[in-house]
């Protein structure tokens, strides 16, 4: 059994009543520490990582607004190379979770909140749902965010990528994507990240690296000159290729419809959840 399926085995038992699900960690030695990237909202912070049955040493919690990753290079999408490479990390899951507001919140609806902290339009792209990620289903974007991991040039082979969803009020986990599965299987790059053309095919794995893209927002917004240009450039120059010319910016933000007005939902002030899977003691086991 691999650890998911034990965590999940436990997990959905904690929340059926069973007292007595749990995990022994020692007997998953190989496929930890998991790295979980979950929404930066503090419902969660009272689920994990006990909805997982993982004690926290070997819990590496990576957060952000939506639990979006906005491409295979992206910030978000480094730090989970890093936590591979450097803190030792086995497994990545991607955990979004029922009622994110991020996905609820309208393009309309965010500007308008940035605007009322003084935030001026001008100085935003054009596209703010491509710009920050925006999402209209949370099952969605947590497939999406997978299927970019799975494919970064910064994520080897031998890390399973899942995906999954969690009840916010439970604390139950749905198995969205499977990462043993799609660890086995490999399929090639996906059309969540295709289409960056003739250079992106002979970069192979960095096709879904759109310079322009890349450099909009941090040199508009974050006034940070990004290197990863001449980093590309150079990567393009040992293989040959002609990179493309950043595109103007008009054509950086393509207007795509925006999302559907979401319904107006009550705050609501759930009490701490129940799930409380064990972390069972190793006895010797492996
Ligand atoms: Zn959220």
New binding site residues.
Partial sequence: MHLFEAIIDANHRAVAGDTDAGLHPADFADELPVIALT?V?PRLNALFPNALALPAEEFIWLRNA?NIITGPLSSTMRSLALACAVKGGKEIAIIG?TD???CTTTAMQLLDKLKALGVERHLLPENLNEFFGMFGSERQNVIKACDIVRHSPLIGPKIPVHGFLVDIETGRLEWIVNGYEAWQTLPGPSDAIKGAGPMAEALGSFAAFNIGEMKFPETKIGEVVTKAEDWLSQKAGQLGVKPSQPSAPAALAPQVPPLPAAPVIPPKIPLPPPIRPKIIPTRGRR
């Fill in positions: 929404c909202d939506g979770h994110c507001q991020i």
